[in-house]
């Protein structure tokens, strides 16, 4: 696998360390009982998690299921399941800070963390709600955790409907809740621009995906 990358690039210097959560994200009350949080820098010293990412950490080329086909999905995925340790510290605790914050409104925690790393600009995912899972009929939390260039995450209501964007950019935290994967789609557009690689780590609830 060929990746842009060199570890010289990257300021390594700063221990990587999230900051609170608790008053400082942002809840974005969207149409259809879905909501979306926001907190752009959650995490510190996010260039040695990058690094780590942009690894060998058993990145594989995948097929999806979108709609009625199997497509070959334009960016490359890892899966953590339940229990499987994640490649660096801090996202275990990022993910332990997320059942903290969210779990008394979740109601469950976060189980699964999977992780797409956009290569470039023509790494992209399509308009899709992560409903293959219970999150097709009950509302749910898809948290995400973004490392390295910055990449917009547009969300629009099922039907039709203005969309909103949102920055994804290095260390920032966005976590989809209500009814967000049944009642809004999200997608990840391609760019003509030249960005770099892009890694968005996401947990879910056990049963979602
Ligand atoms: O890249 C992202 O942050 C979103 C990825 C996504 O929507 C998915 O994998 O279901
Ligand atoms: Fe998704």
């Not at 959650?42 to 780590?52: F, N, P, T």
Request: charged share 25%; hydrophobic share 40%; net charge neutral.
């Amino acid at each position: 696998m060929e990746l842009a990358h060199q570890p010289s690039m990257f300021d390594v210097a700063e221990e990587a360390a999230l900051t609170p959560l608790r008053g400082r994200v942002r809840r974005h009350v969207l149409d259809g009982g879905a909501w979306v949080d926001h907190l752009p820098g959650w995490v510190r010293g996010s260039d040695a998690v990058l690094e780590v990412l942009l690894g060998d950490i058993g990145w594989r080329a995948d097929r999806r299921q979108m709609y009625d086909r199997e497509v070959a999905v334009p960016r490359l995925l890892r899966w953590y399941g339940r229990g499987e340790a994640l490649p660096h510290p801090l996202l275990t605790e990022a993910h332990a800070a997320l059942d903290a914050h969210y779990g008394p409104e979740l109601g469950e925690p976060f189980v699964t963390a999977g992780m797409c790393l956009y290569r470039d600009g023509r790494d992209s995912v399509a308009w899709h709600g992560d409903r293959l899972g219970r999150s097709r009929t009950q509302d749910t939390m898809v948290a995400i955790v973004s490392f390295g260039s910055p990449r917009p995450l547009l969300l629009r209501p099922v039907g039709g409907g203005e969309s909103l964007r949102f920055s994804l950019g290095h260390g920032d935290l966005v976590v989809m809740g209500g009814s967000c994967q049944r009642t809004w789609e999200h997608c990840i557009p391609k760019t003509t621009r030249p960005v770099g690689p892009r890694v968005s780590v996401q947990f879910r609830p056990a049963g979602v995906a």
